[in-house]
């Protein structure tokens, strides 16, 4: 099992409706591959924030942030699906394999023990 977090940032100007429709779609593609969202960290923490620096005219975005657990090397198609998404929809993304150390901390990994470094 590898354990990943995937962070979206969708436009500010999107309604609640079409945010959940994009994340349906990308955890359709997650389970497609055998995947699974371990845990919606959730939009409250994140939410809107406003961006260091303008990004398509824009200045402010709503963040996602999701942790996957997936038996696939990569979560190559759904990178593939956040790059060709419409940037009127999607700002960014970001996909991190988590350290198994950390993935384990999380409890992402069920009972999978980390090696211990040595």
Not at 54 to 80: F, H, M, Q
């Amino acid at each position: 099992m590898r354990a990943y977090e995937l962070m979206i940032i969708f436009d500010s100007d999107l309604d609640e409706e079409a945010v959940s429709g994009q994340l349906a779609k990308i955890t359709g593609t997650i389970e497609a591959e055998g995947g699974r969202i371990a845990s919606l960290v959730d939009t409250a923490p994140w939410g809107r924030r406003r961006f260091a620096y303008r990004i398509n005219p824009k200045w402010e975005g709503c963040y996602v942030v999701l942790e996957v657990v997936t038996e696939a090397r990569d979560v190559a198609s759904t990178d593939r699906i956040l790059r060709l998404a419409d940037r009127s929809e999607i700002v960014r993304h970001k996909i991190l394999r988590l350290p198994e150390e950390e993935a384990a901390r999380r409890g992402l990994l069920g009972d999978v023990v980390p090696a211990e470094a040595g």
